[in-house]
Every structure is written in structure tokens, then in C-alpha cells.
T-cell receptor
Framework: DAGITQSPRHKVTETGTPVTLRCHQTENHRYMYWYRQDPGHGLRLIHYSYGVKDTDKGEVSDGYSVSRSKTEDFLLTLESATSSQTSVYFCAISEPGTGVGEQYFGPGTRLTVT | AQSVTQLDSQVPVFEEAPVELRCNYS??????LFWYVQYPNQGLQLLLKYLSGSTLVESINGFEAEFNKSQTSFHLRKPSVHISDTAEYFCAVGLSGSARQLTFGSGTQLTVLP
């Protein structure tokens, strides 16, 4: 299994509070991604990173920010959580030089915003 | 931009029966195609992929998918399913030549009944 961990694995928070999710990899892969998974929508890309301090928006980036100060860590921040951000969040990594298009996923973080 | 449609959200099938999970994509440029599988409470894992060459690709556990360019489809098949194949299956598309980003379908829940 690819060395990807996500923390926390479960979190319940209140509307309006800031939340930060962490993705940590030990594979030294260049690309890292944050997705959210919701019933009926599959996985939707929030943000991705193609190197330290290099990030870009995905399909559903509103209300989210990211940071990558080290190769191994990719943080997702909800500045002011809303109930619509209740979801399961997955981090993924890839290294285009090896498996084309192949992404390795973390175990997910289940976030509930009350 | 590319998009992916998985026509069936739920597919129940009896053990040892054949199954087909349908996937259609839309793109104005050449694409790579993928099937990922998600077992309960886990992240996604790559099942198989089409990059180029033979239009029929196989996985190590008996699944196969055929790329049909004229019908813009990449259906997943297995001639005889097992209880352990119960999972959610996601079709994904990435741009040929890079595939740094993948667009996922909404998923098909395959339930194998005894």
C-alpha cells in the first residue's frame, strides 16, 4: 500500500469554525490532490498540488484553501465550515513519471459540520 | 473539458453470474480511461487502465474493460462475480499525454448476492 495517511480520520465540528485536514505521504510523489466524495457525485476535485508551494484549483474549490510547504504534507483548510461541506475527504498522490494517471488514495476523513 | 457518465448507480447480481458496469465519456481530445474500486470504508484503488494499444484491458482479479472509441465507452465486465467483488466502482478519464487530473463518474455500487 502507498504510504498515505490522513488526519483526523473523523471530525465533527460546528458551523463557522475553521477546520484543517492533513495528508501525509512517504512516497515522495510530486502530485497531491484533495477530493470530496458525496453520494451521487462520485469524487470531485477540490485542489491539487504539483510541487512545494505550487497549487491549483479544482472543480469545487470555493470555501477551501490548501497549502504545501513540504513535499510530504498537503493541508486542506475550511476557513469557516458550513453544513454543505459535510462529506468524506480523500487525499491522493501520483507521480506522472511512473504510473500514468494512476493515483493512490488515502483512507479518507469523514467530516460532519453541525 | 471531459465528463464521465456511469449509467447505473446500483447493480445487484447473484454470485457466479456475469456483470457489466457501464461507463461513457465525453471529450474533445484523446483520453486515458480508468476503473477504480472502493471497498467499504477504504480509499479508491486502481483496477485497470487504458492508455493506448489493445482496446481490451484486464485486471489481475478477472475484470476486463474494452475501450470503444466510436461509442465513447469503457464498460467493465466480469464473467463470474464473487461475494468479495461487492464494492463501489468508479470510471475516470484523464487527458491523454498527462492525466495529471482525473474526472470521475458518480460511481456504481455492485452488490453480489449469495
Amino acid at each position: 500500500d502507498a504510504g498515505i495517511t490522513q488526519s483526523p480520520r473523523h471530525k465533527v465540528t460546528e458551523t463557522g469554525t475553521p477546520v484543517t485536514l492533513r495528508c501525509h505521504q512517504t512516497e515522495n510523489h510530486r502530485y497531491m490532490y484533495w477530493y470530496r466524495q458525496d453520494p451521487g457525485h462520485g469524487l470531485r476535485l477540490i485542489h491539487y498540488s504539483y510541487g512545494v508551494k505550487d497549487t491549483d484549483k479544482g472543480e469545487v474549490s470555493d470555501g477551501y484553501s490548501v497549502s504545501r510547504s513540504k513535499t510530504e504534507d498537503f493541508l486542506l483548510t475550511l476557513e469557516s465550515a458550513t453544513s454543505s461541506q459535510t462529506s468524506v475527504y480523500f487525499c491522493a498522490i501520483s507521480e506522472p513519471g511512473t504510473g500514468v494517471g494512476e493515483q493512490y488514495f488515502g483512507p479518507g476523513t469523514r467530516l460532519t459540520v453541525t | 473539458a471531459q465528463s464521465v457518465t456511469q449509467l447505473d448507480s446500483q447493480v445487484p447480481v447473484f454470485e457466479e453470474a456475469p456483470v457489466e458496469l457501464r461507463c461513457n465519456y465525453s471529450s474533445s481530445v484523446s483520453v486515458y480511461l480508468f476503473w477504480y474500486v472502493q471497498y467499504p470504508n477504504q480509499g479508491l484503488q486502481l483496477l485497470l487502465k487504458y492508455l493506448s494499444g489493445s482496446t481490451l484491458v484486464e485486471s489481475i482479479n478477472g475484470f476486463e474493460a474494452e475501450f470503444n472509441k466510436s461509442q465513447t465507452s469503457f464498460h467493465l465486465r466480469k464473467p463470474s462475480v464473487h461475494i468479495s467483488d461487492t464494492a463501489e466502482y468508479f470510471c475516470a478519464v484523464g487527458l491523454s499525454g498527462s492525466a495529471r487530473q482525473l474526472t470521475f463518474g458518480s460511481g456504481t455500487q455492485l452488490t453480489v448476492l449469495p
